[in-house]
């Protein structure tokens, strides 16, 4: 059977309904996402061997034969070990995987597969430690094995077997112009694919990287330049005149604005009566005030008679700024409203009629506002909170839920000038560079992770003292589960220890809205003492009487993200820490937390860092897709993005047929898509 790649998966030789279930858990419905669901690493090893010719920890490829399943053990600091007994034909020996309980659904006693997996030699005897499967047709054919990124119930040989189905069946158009291709001796984009996920070689997979990455960068600055363009084009934006009540607002606001804020205000008011659409970017450190600078501004636009929206990348700052917005403004008889996905339906439906009607005239809400049947009586400003991600997609959706709207970024992550220019391409700058007054220092240290009980007996004398603690707790990439449980271990075990006394809870992502707001509430009203999470609070949160913020596992972290991070703190009068808890292996670490113990000032940290290592450093651990990039590290690929920047902005003025097409096509195809490597 021929697959298209929007061909569901279900069309896919060997995929049933629960492994259709799984995929699309993991966010992968078509063959499309599938063949963009790339091998995190390759492993070069092409000989099978039996277990009696490893060494410990020896990386083999084995074949198998499945003898037991075994009960599932939980050990001390809770945990789970799978075992599953397997025979090489010659010896019996065990498997164990830690922390990954659905992998014995995965196996049927006397099956026969090929395991990849690291040996290790366990009180005298050989183990083989958390394995994948790889799959027998691959081994035969070439010298490298791919590792793809895995969740719950899907293992390595599922996703190899799959999308080698269907690279079998499927050539890949091309989808670049000959000239560019010829001109950066790109390898084509069927053998960039294929490649990827089945190198037959070093050099084959450097080739792929390269097309893919260009590719990626490539559709990004298109995108980017032509939302500008798109914008620029005709100068029709709504002119909002200084509204007569913006003075009354001024003496009403709860502070004196800082020198920088009152800057920003200004040239964004300047921007907003111009009769060009604003689209401009608020770049300022944590805490620097972004908030009231949005305020004031959606405040103009609706005293214009338009509505406002602000979008915040997380449910919890959209509450926050909900908050906030509404206190602020309470003496001028606004309608504010959020829409967000903890509300039910009924709610939804009915904060959806008003705003149709212009009943609301500020909404604040999350990425749920950017839903097609989200729609405006007359949108005049929009602005989005976005943090570290680059996510024109969202601000072109939001641009055409009105005419001509004001566009407003803020962000906290300072991008340096040189990217900056590349990645927001389509807009103005302003930056808030001054903290408001008697802000202070936040005093940071760190500690080696084997000396952690100190941070935590700190943490007891704060909380004596009538202050609250944070204890962060990093995402790890390739196995959500696997972090979730090492904040729940970290639970028990901290609040068994050190924390006996005092209410603790956890915060994470994969909690269902209602559940996380509650908790931040109670955390607000100081109710709970220690808030155990994953970065889910990195986004403006705050709690002015949280004076201690640990974080665990520091060296995982970009140090922008541990700088945002620690702004959690530092936010009411009293003295505030951070102890950053690290795994010291490298003088390259030490290094990094050492600038974080020397500097509070975010533009400083970022440059610093960037000097020693890339951008997926700097802006911690990606979420795949989060930022739309699969392959690419804006910092480290900076002379891909030059050069695609370039060449995106040579397509755009090209009038050879070809050239139009190409444009055409792959705009049309990155609508539907929210990542900028598209195909037919
Ligand atoms: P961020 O830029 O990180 O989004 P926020 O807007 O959340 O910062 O502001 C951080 C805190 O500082 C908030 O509690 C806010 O009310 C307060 N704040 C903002 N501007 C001022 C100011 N000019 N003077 C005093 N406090 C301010
Ligand atoms: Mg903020």
Same mark, same amino acid.
């Given at each position: 059977m021929k697959l298209d790649v929007s061909s569901e998966l279900s069309s896919i030789k060997g995929i049933g309904e629960k492994t259709k279930q799984n995929f699309?858990?993991?966010?992968? /419905?078509?063959?499309? *996402?599938?063949?963009?669901? /790339?091998?995190?690493?390759? #492993?070069?090893?092409? +000989?099978? +061997? $039996?277990?009696?010719?490893?060494?410990?920890?020896?990386?083999i490829l084995i074949h198998v034969q499945v003898i037991d399943i075994c009960r599932d053990v939980r050990t001390q600091n809770n945990k789970v070990i799978t075992t599953i007994v397997f025979s090489d034909g010659e010896t019996e020996f065990k498997a164990k995987w830690f922390n990954q309980p659905y992998m014995k659904n995965k196996f049927e006693i006397d099956k026969e597969i090929t395991l990849l997996g690291m040996v290790k030699l366990y009180r005298n005897e050989k183990i083989l430690s958390n394995p994948v499967e790889v799959i027998k047709e691959s081994i035969s054919s070439k010298k490298i094995n791919s590792i793809y990124p895995l969740r719950s119930g899907i293992t390595n040989g599922i996703i190899s077997k799959s999308i080698n189905t269907i690279l079998e069946t499927t050539i890949i158009a091309e989808n670049l112009p000959k000239w560019l291709i010829d001109k950066y001796k790109l390898c084509s984009l069927n053998d960039a694919i294929k490649d990827i996920h089945n190198p037959t070689s070093s050099a084959g997979l450097i080739a792929a990287k390269r097309r893919l990455k260009f590719q990626e960068l490539f559709t990004y600055s298109l995108k980017v330049l032509m939302l500008k363009d798109y914008i620029n084009k005709d100068n029709n934006g709504i002119s909002f005149f200084i509204a007569k009540e913006m003075q009354e607002l001024k003496e009403n606001l709860p502070f004196l604005l800082t020198g920088a804020q009152s800057r920003v205000v200004r040239e964004i008011l300047l921007d907003q009566k111009k009769k060009v659409s604003m689209n401009r970017l608020v770049q300022g450190d944590v805490g620097s005030g972004k908030t009231m600078v949005a305020i004031i501004s959606m405040f103009n636009v609706v005293k214009n008679g338009y509505q406002a929206a602000l979008m915040a990348p997380t449910e919890i700052l959209a509450f926050q700024h909900l908050e906030e917005v509404t206190k602020v403004l309470k003496n001028f008889d606004l309608r504010i409203a959020i829409l967000s996905g903890s509300l039910t339906a009924k709610e939804k439906k009915l904060v959806k009629e008003r705003l149709k009607l212009g009943e609301i005239d500020i909404l604040i809400g999350t990425h749920a506002m950017l839903e097609d049947n989200v729609e405006f009586s007359n949108l005049g400003m929009v602005v989005t909170d976005e943090q570290h991600r680059f996510g024109v997609m969202q601000r072109s959706k939001l641009f055409n839920k009105g005419n001509n709207v004001d566009i407003l970024v803020m962000t906290a992550t300072p991008i340096p000038r040189t990217l900056a220019l590349y990645l927001y391409g389509d807009l103005e700058v302003s930056i808030i560079d001054e903290l408001p007054p008697g802000r202070q220092k936040i005093d940071t240290s760190y500690i080696n992770k084997n000396q952690k009980s100190k941070a935590y007996l700190f943490a007891l004398e704060e909380i004596r003292k009538g202050h609250q603690v944070y204890i962060v707790c990093p995402l790890v990439e390739e196995s959500e589960e696997l972090s979730i449980t090492s904040v729940e271990e970290n639970y028990k075990v901290l609040k068994e220890e050190y924390f006996k006394d005092y209410t603790v809870e956890i915060l994470h992502g994969k909690m269902p809205p209602k559940v996380k707001n509650d908790i931040m509430n109670r955390f607000k009203a100081e109710e709970i003492k220690v808030l155990i999470s994953t970065t889910v609070i990195e986004v403006g949160v705050n709690v002015p009487n949280a004076s201690l913020m640990i974080i665990e596992n520091a060296e995982r972290f970009g140090l922008a993200q541990l700088h945002q991070l620690r702004g959690r703190v530092g936010r009411g009068s009293s003295k505030s820490y951070c102890i950053l808890l690290a795994d010291i292996k490298s003088t390259v670490t030490k290094k990094r937390m050492e600038i974080m113990q020397k500097s509070n000032d975010g533009f400083y940290i970022s440059e610093e860092d960037l000097k020693i290592r890339g951008s997926g450093e700097i802006f911690g651990y990606r979420q795949s897709g989060e930022d739309? /990039?699969?392959?690419?590290?804006?910092? $480290? *690929?900076?002379?891909?993005?030059?050069?695609?920047? $370039? #060449?995106? +902005?040579?397509?755009?003025?090209?009038?050879?047929? #070809?050239?139009?097409?190409?444009?055409?096509?792959?705009?049309? +195809?990155? $609508?539907?898509?929210?990542?900028?490597?598209?195909?037919?």
């Amino acid at each position: 059977m021929k697959l298209d790649v929007s061909s569901e998966l279900s069309s896919i030789k060997g995929i049933g309904e629960k492994t259709k279930q799984n995929f699309n858990l993991f966010g992968i /419905f078509n063959v499309m *996402d599938l063949l963009l669901h /790339f091998p995190r690493s390759y #492993e070069n090893i092409s +000989k099978p +061997k $039996q277990i009696s010719e490893a060494v410990d920890n020896e990386k083999i490829l084995i074949h198998v034969q499945v003898i037991d399943i075994c009960r599932d053990v939980r050990t001390q600091n809770n945990k789970v070990i799978t075992t599953i007994v397997f025979s090489d034909g010659e010896t019996e020996f065990k498997a164990k995987w830690f922390n990954q309980p659905y992998m014995k659904n995965k196996f049927e006693i006397d099956k026969e597969i090929t395991l990849l997996g690291m040996v290790k030699l366990y009180r005298n005897e050989k183990i083989l430690s958390n394995p994948v499967e790889v799959i027998k047709e691959s081994i035969s054919s070439k010298k490298i094995n791919s590792i793809y990124p895995l969740r719950s119930g899907i293992t390595n040989g599922i996703i190899s077997k799959s999308i080698n189905t269907i690279l079998e069946t499927t050539i890949i158009a091309e989808n670049l112009p000959k000239w560019l291709i010829d001109k950066y001796k790109l390898c084509s984009l069927n053998d960039a694919i294929k490649d990827i996920h089945n190198p037959t070689s070093s050099a084959g997979l450097i080739a792929a990287k390269r097309r893919l990455k260009f590719q990626e960068l490539f559709t990004y600055s298109l995108k980017v330049l032509m939302l500008k363009d798109y914008i620029n084009k005709d100068n029709n934006g709504i002119s909002f005149f200084i509204a007569k009540e913006m003075q009354e607002l001024k003496e009403n606001l709860p502070f004196l604005l800082t020198g920088a804020q009152s800057r920003v205000v200004r040239e964004i008011l300047l921007d907003q009566k111009k009769k060009v659409s604003m689209n401009r970017l608020v770049q300022g450190d944590v805490g620097s005030g972004k908030t009231m600078v949005a305020i004031i501004s959606m405040f103009n636009v609706v005293k214009n008679g338009y509505q406002a929206a602000l979008m915040a990348p997380t449910e919890i700052l959209a509450f926050q700024h909900l908050e906030e917005v509404t206190k602020v403004l309470k003496n001028f008889d606004l309608r504010i409203a959020i829409l967000s996905g903890s509300l039910t339906a009924k709610e939804k439906k009915l904060v959806k009629e008003r705003l149709k009607l212009g009943e609301i005239d500020i909404l604040i809400g999350t990425h749920a506002m950017l839903e097609d049947n989200v729609e405006f009586s007359n949108l005049g400003m929009v602005v989005t909170d976005e943090q570290h991600r680059f996510g024109v997609m969202q601000r072109s959706k939001l641009f055409n839920k009105g005419n001509n709207v004001d566009i407003l970024v803020m962000t906290a992550t300072p991008i340096p000038r040189t990217l900056a220019l590349y990645l927001y391409g389509d807009l103005e700058v302003s930056i808030i560079d001054e903290l408001p007054p008697g802000r202070q220092k936040i005093d940071t240290s760190y500690i080696n992770k084997n000396q952690k009980s100190k941070a935590y007996l700190f943490a007891l004398e704060e909380i004596r003292k009538g202050h609250q603690v944070y204890i962060v707790c990093p995402l790890v990439e390739e196995s959500e589960e696997l972090s979730i449980t090492s904040v729940e271990e970290n639970y028990k075990v901290l609040k068994e220890e050190y924390f006996k006394d005092y209410t603790v809870e956890i915060l994470h992502g994969k909690m269902p809205p209602k559940v996380k707001n509650d908790i931040m509430n109670r955390f607000k009203a100081e109710e709970i003492k220690v808030l155990i999470s994953t970065t889910v609070i990195e986004v403006g949160v705050n709690v002015p009487n949280a004076s201690l913020m640990i974080i665990e596992n520091a060296e995982r972290f970009g140090l922008a993200q541990l700088h945002q991070l620690r702004g959690r703190v530092g936010r009411g009068s009293s003295k505030s820490y951070c102890i950053l808890l690290a795994d010291i292996k490298s003088t390259v670490t030490k290094k990094r937390m050492e600038i974080m113990q020397k500097s509070n000032d975010g533009f400083y940290i970022s440059e610093e860092d960037l000097k020693i290592r890339g951008s997926g450093e700097i802006f911690g651990y990606r979420q795949s897709g989060e930022d739309g /990039f699969i392959l690419s590290d804006i910092v $480290q *690929d900076v002379n891909i993005l030059k050069i695609a920047n $370039q #060449e995106a +902005k040579a397509l755009l003025k090209s009038n050879l047929q #070809e050239d139009i097409r190409v444009k055409d096509e792959i705009m049309n +195809k990155i $609508q539907r898509s929210s990542k900028y490597i598209c195909f037919n």
